[in-house]
């Protein structure tokens, strides 16, 4: 017999394309990650490599204190949101991630709906790398007592019927004071995106959700700012947050812009200026009058800490504007102060003209949206003559003339230039 013999070979098979063991074995821990999390024990490029393949759904509860490698973190936070700035986060993919993650979760909470323990499990894992929560919504309660639903007067928007009861939203007390390293927090209740659902007990800030707010941000002690805006927040439940936020401890920053304050919510704060170590105060958009203004003048002359008062969009009128000009007379510490909308007039522009040509720390005023009249302009130009400091000064339609703005607004531009070559010529000590 013939017997032909022939070899076979596969051009492209290579000994190369047979994986190395070590190779195998990262896969394997890769695959198996969720059960038997190996990362510390392997070599630093070994442990990059299974980063780099872990996926980004695995258990917080699992990759939250094992893994800190930023690129890990960065490629969660692409993968879920489409815009990341982490320059609002300290620059910390992990941190971003994990306030993020929680504030989406306060933001779906349904009361008596939403089981409490998707926020009290994630405490343990998050607490570590939340510094700032921003919360936009609140969602209220799916189902309302029959009876109380009666009761409601739905179309009024009131939070004093007995329906208010039904509509409290989720308590934060046991969170924030859960987070050590909390450090700003910034609230809207209310409902965004209802479109036909639209109603106003959707809105409402109620006293039980004031009084729950009062007692966890007074426990929150690492606190430095407070945002609390556009949560139709009136008069009481000023008083109630002032009363717990006085002698706070690290509070700089309180903004209730965008509310329903009145004078005695203002008379009220104008206490807590003086009982804590505010900086900056933002009361922007509320209903404060003459006597409010006043009781914050009060505190601003006698306060040594305050750096910034935002008032736009109140109706001071000149009583209240010519209060806050005698308390600047005095005071020493406030560099910006915003007027603007404020229904004032030539009064408030003839004191305030003193007021430029004594105060030495003022270096933003805007008198923006007044009245101050051709009269009241020419008086703020003579007590800015002598002026060395104020750097900014708005009076866009404040009706003062176009010839006065204009030699007022090349006055403040020789004080910045000024300002600026100083900063040149002496810039500030670096800590070692």
Same mark, same amino acid.
């Given at each position: 017999?013939?017997?032909?013999? *022939?070899?076979?070979?596969?051009?492209?098979?290579?000994?190369?394309?047979?994986?190395?063991?070590?190779e195998?074995?990262?896969q394997?821990?890769?695959?198996?990650?969720?059960?038997?999390p190996?990362?510390?024990?392997?070599?630093?490029?070994?442990?990059?490599?299974?980063?780099?393949?872990l996926s980004?759904?695995?258990?917080?509860?699992v990759?939250?204190?094992?893994?800190?490698?930023?690129?890990?973190?960065?490629?969660?936070?692409?993968?879920?949101?489409?815009?990341?700035?982490?320059?609002?986060?300290?620059?910390?993919?992990?941190?971003?991630?994990?306030?993020?993650?929680?504030?989406?979760?306060?933001?779906?909470?349904?009361?008596?709906?939403?089981?409490?323990?998707?926020?009290?499990d994630?405490?343990?894992?998050?607490?570590?790398?939340?510094?700032?929560l921003?919360?936009?919504?609140?969602?209220?309660?799916?189902?309302?007592?029959?009876?109380?639903?009666?009761?409601d007067?739905?179309?009024?928007?009131?939070?004093?019927?007995?329906?208010?009861?039904?509509?409290?939203?989720y308590?934060?007390?046991?969170?924030?004071?859960?987070l050590?390293?909390?450090?700003?927090?910034?609230?809207?209740y209310g409902?965004?995106?209802?479109?036909?659902?639209?109603?106003?007990?959707?809105?409402?800030?109620?006293?039980?959700?004031?009084?729950?707010?009062?007692?966890?941000?007074?426990?929150?002690?690492?606190?430095?700012?407070?945002?609390?805006?556009?949560s139709?927040?009136?008069?009481?439940?000023t008083?109630?947050?002032?009363?717990?936020?006085?002698?706070h401890?690290?509070?700089?920053?309180?903004?209730?812009?965008?509310?329903?304050?009145r004078?005695?919510?203002?008379?009220?704060?104008g206490?807590?200026?003086?009982?804590?170590?505010?900086?900056?105060?933002?009361?922007?958009?509320?209903?404060?009058?003459?006597?409010?203004?006043q009781?914050?003048?009060?505190?601003?002359?006698?306060?040594?800490?305050?750096?910034?008062?935002?008032? *736009?969009?109140?109706?001071?009128?000149?009583?209240?504007?010519?209060?806050?000009?005698?308390?600047?007379?005095?005071?020493?510490?406030?560099?910006s102060?915003?007027?603007?909308?404020?229904n004032?007039?030539?009064?408030?522009?003839?004191?305030f003209s003193?007021?430029?040509?004594?105060?030495?720390?003022l270096?933003?005023?805007?008198?923006?949206?007044?009245?101050?009249g051709?009269?009241?302009?020419?008086?703020?130009?003579?007590?800015?003559?002598?002026?060395?400091?104020?750097?900014?000064?708005?009076?866009?339609?404040?009706?003062?003339?176009q010839e006065?703005?204009?030699?007022?607004?090349?006055?403040?531009?020789?004080?910045?230039?000024?300002?600026?070559?100083?900063?040149? *010529?002496?810039?500030?000590a670096?800590?070692?």
């Amino acid at each position: 017999s013939y017997y032909t013999h *022939r070899l076979i070979e596969d051009p492209e098979w290579s000994l190369a394309t047979v994986p190395h063991l070590t190779e195998l074995c990262l896969q394997h821990i890769v695959d198996n990650f969720e059960k038997n999390p190996i990362l510390d024990r392997l070599l630093p490029k070994h442990q990059r490599k299974v980063l780099d393949r872990l996926s980004t759904g695995l258990p917080l509860a699992v990759t939250a204190n094992l893994i800190s490698d930023e690129e890990y973190w960065k490629r969660c936070c692409t993968e879920r949101w489409q815009v990341c700035d982490i320059s609002n986060y300290g620059d910390s993919w992990k941190r971003m991630f994990f306030e993020r993650h929680l504030e989406n979760i306060l933001k779906r909470f349904i009361p008596n709906t939403t089981d409490p323990n998707h926020v009290l499990d994630l405490i343990p894992i998050c607490k570590d790398y939340v510094q700032k929560l921003e919360v936009d919504q609140f969602l209220p309660p799916v189902k309302v007592d029959q009876k109380e639903e009666r009761d409601d007067l739905s179309d009024t928007g009131s939070d004093f019927g007995l329906g208010e009861v039904f509509v409290h939203h989720y308590d934060l007390g046991v969170l924030i004071t859960a987070l050590p390293h909390l450090e700003e927090l910034h609230l809207t209740y209310g409902v965004k995106d209802c479109g036909m659902n639209f109603e106003w007990n959707l809105f409402n800030f109620t006293y039980q959700d004031c009084c729950n707010l009062a007692v966890a941000v007074k426990m929150c002690h690492n606190l430095k700012v407070f945002k609390l805006t556009r949560s139709k927040v009136d008069d009481e439940k000023t008083r109630l947050l002032v009363d717990n936020l006085l002698d706070h401890p690290c509070l700089v920053e309180l903004n209730l812009s965008h509310n329903l304050i009145r004078d005695k919510g203002a008379q009220a704060v104008g206490k807590l200026i003086n009982r804590s170590k505010l900086e900056i105060l933002d009361l922007c958009n509320n209903q404060i009058r003459h006597l409010g203004a006043q009781a914050l003048s009060q505190a601003l002359a006698e306060n040594s800490t305050l750096t910034s008062l935002n008032l *736009r969009l109140n109706c001071v009128e000149d009583e209240g504007g010519e209060a806050i000009g005698h308390a600047l007379l005095t005071n020493t510490t406030l560099k910006s102060i915003h007027l603007g909308s404020n229904n004032l007039s030539e009064p408030t522009a003839k004191l305030f003209s003193q007021v430029l040509a004594q105060n030495t720390t003022l270096t933003s005023i805007n008198f923006s949206c007044n009245h101050l009249g051709l009269d009241g302009g020419k008086q703020l130009l003579d007590g800015l003559v002598n002026n060395k400091t104020l750097t900014e000064f708005d009076l866009r339609l404040a009706e003062v003339g176009q010839e006065t703005e204009y030699l007022i607004q090349q006055i403040v531009w020789a004080n910045r230039e000024a300002a600026r070559l100083g900063s040149l *010529r002496h810039p500030p000590a670096t800590l070692l």
